[in-house]
Structures are given as C-alpha cells and as structure tokens.
C-alpha cells in the first residue's frame, strides 16, 4: 500500500505547527523587529507550503485545509495567556533562545518529511509532487538555517548578561 498521503498529511500538520510557531514568536517578540518581521516573512513561506501540500494531496485522495488554522481559538487565547506569564518569569534573552531553538527543531522534522517525500515522489515518478518538495523544501531549510543564525548572534549576549 502507498504510504504517500499519510506523509502528505504529516509533513501539512508540521507545516501547519510551523506557522503558528512562528506568528506565536513574531508575537512574543514583536519588540524585537528582526524577530518579528522575520518570523512574519518565514510564516508566509510555509502558509504557501500548506496550499501547495492541499493542492497535491488532492492527487492522492486527501482534504486538506490550504490555510493554517485561525489564531483566535480559545486554546490559543489560553497559550497567549500562558505565554504571558512565562514571559514575566525568564528573562527575555533566554525565553527567545528557547524560542529560536524550539523553532530550529520544527523547521529541521519539516524538512526531514520534505526529504521522505522528494525521495518517494522521485521512486514514484510523480512530477506534480517532486515539483512542490523541490521548490518548497529550500524555503524550510531556509527557515531552519534564519533560526541558527538568529541563536548565534543572540547567545552570547542572552547568557553572559542580567
């Protein structure tokens, strides 16, 4: 049996979390507009991701939503809040570094998934969907290699200062 939509459906549910991770860090850190607007651009990266893994996974028998999920669900309202709280409790520099590390670690499982499938659309000879891993899975690295950088230069000042 192929396997391909279930890995169409988990790579658009990791996508879908990597949105929101990364709305909820622009959030957090709005102070910080490197942080913020570059979160904001690395968002609109992936929301492109979930209409191209609905497109295809409509090839494959799959209803997916080609939209992340609405921000404003009471579950998000509660994680702000708890967000919040969490903030007053650590200092700003390592909550971010958290953050950072948090984002790297989603980004990197995403594009382990676009890997899996690039290779199964490849043994497959399914052009539509090699099409979509080849030209979407840049971007995620792209994403994981902004989330390095941005804990290299932020590191040593997070740590060594009050």
């Known amino acids: 049996m192929n396997k391909i939509p279930q890995s169409i459906e988990e790579l658009h549910r990791i996508e879908t979390d990597l949105v929101a991770e990364l709305l909820r860090l622009s959030d957090r850190h709005a102070a910080d507009h490197e ?3 570059g979160c904001r651009d690395l968002a609109r990266w992936s929301q492109e991701h979930l209409r191209r893994l609905a497109e295809v996974g409509r090839h494959h028998g799959l209803s997916l939503d ?7 669900t009471v579950l998000e309202k ?3 809040k708890a967000d919040e709280t969490i903030g007053r409790l ?26 899996v499938l690039a290779q199964s659309a490849q043994a497959t000879k399914d052009s539509d969907l090699l099409a979509v891993a080849t030209e979407c899975h840049p971007q995620t690295m792209r994403q994981m ?18």
């Open 78 to 80: 509660v994680r702000r």
């Open 66 to 72: 080609p939209e992340p999920p609405d921000d404003n």
């Open 90 to 115: 650590h200092p700003p520099g390592l909550l971010l570094l958290r953050d950072l590390r948090d984002l790297h670690k989603t980004a990197a499982g995403a594009s382990l998934d676009w890997e």
């Open 145 to 162: 290699r902004w989330a390095n950088a941005m804990v290299k230069s932020l590191s040593a000042q997070a740590m060594v200062t009050d």
């Open 35 to 37: 942080i913020y607007h």
